[in-house]
């Protein structure tokens, strides 16, 4: 049975919440917050590939320590580079 996309946002915000270290959680989880809801079905499926992704890599983008993988080279990545957190 297919997911529906509600449901399939809620399972992609909860997984952002949830990585497993604070500050992933804080990062991701604010950007689930504020860009998920307008994500189309390509992007979330985008969005969840960089989620399967282990959050130590995760991290080394975000801290730009390392270049994502080519096979991360989209608009989601890009989005998620250049995300500000609220205060």
């Known amino acids: 049975m ?16 949830h990585r497993g270290t604070k500050e992933l959680d804080l990062v991701l989880g604010q950007f689930a917050e504020r860009h998920l809801a307008a994500m189309s079905e390509l992007e979330m499926a985008q969005y969840e590939a960089i989620l399967e992704e282990d959050e130590q890599d995760i991290y080394a983008w975000l801290a730009r320590r390392e270049p994502a993988p080519e096979r991360h080279d989209n608009a989601v990545m890009k989005l998620i580079l250049n995300f500000k957190m609220s205060a």
Not at 2 to 17: F, V
């Open 2 to 17: 297919d997911e529906d996309l509600e449901t399939r946002r809620k399972r992609l915000r909860y997984r952002s919440w």
